[in-house]
């Protein structure tokens, strides 16, 4: 993956961080339209180093979902100079505010997903609790706050804290249009800590 276990856009903290391995983030490639729902695509993902600004890692992708019961993302690329090719399950759930929104299956764990990561030394990407990630702000004091503010979000509506879970219902009592707003505002403050996250090493995702 030009540059998977021998570059330097990672480090070590007291635990592998979600910062440090390369994502993929479902949900923001649905809205940039790189793999459309309804819609057979394919095409190719990128990172850069953000010293040099050079290539640090790319992958391939076909993306059929056609069929949200039988969604998947196929990813090819090398890794550690072995080259991977395999698919990932894609599946949906229906929000209280209306739509759909797609999930990965996670490989390693099997449970649902907004991103998967692949950390330093594996091979495949999977979730952040498959890898057992803990986050910046939690080992270092990382100066982003904006993920431990969706976590608080999440905490209120009474769901898991965990940013790849599925938001919890709308708690008995709380207005609707309050509903949305909190929802909206924890995807908000999700959408800048993953961008400050990846603008460690150039990633757009």
């Known amino acids: 993956m030009g540059g998977i276990g021998s570059g330097h856009w990672y480090r070590w903290s007291t635990k592998p961080v979600v910062e440090d391995g390369v994502p993929l983030n479902l949900n923001k490639l649905v809205r940039d339209k790189l793999v459309v729902p309804g819609a057979w695509t394919s095409g190719g993902l990128v990172w850069h180093y953000v010293d040099s600004g050079e290539k ?8 059929d979902m056609k069929d949200p019961s039988d969604a998947s993302m196929r990813l090819q690329y090398t890794c550690n100079g072995k080259p991977e090719d395999y698919v990932v399950r894609l599946t949906t759930t229906t929000p209280n505010f209306g739509g759909l929104r797609w999930w990965f299956v996670c490989p390693l764990t099997g449970k649902r997903a907004a991103k998967l990561y692949l950390l330093n030394g594996a091979s495949k990407f999977a979730s952040v609790k498959a890898y057992r990630f803990a986050y910046r702000s939690q080992n270092e004091g990382y ?5 431990s503010k969706a976590q608080k979000i999440r905490r209120k509506l009474g769901g898991d804290w965990g940013l790849d879970a599925p ?7 709380m207005h609707k249009k309050t509903y949305n707003r909190l929802v909206e505002q924890a995807m908000h403050y999700e959408e800048i800590g993953w961008a400050a996250a990846a603008e460690r090493f150039g990633n757009e995702l």
């Open 56 to 63: 640090s890692a790319s992958i391939g992708y076909i993306a």
């Open 167 to 173: 938001f919890a219902r709308k708690p008995k009592g």
């Open 143 to 147: 100066a982003d706050r904006t993920l």
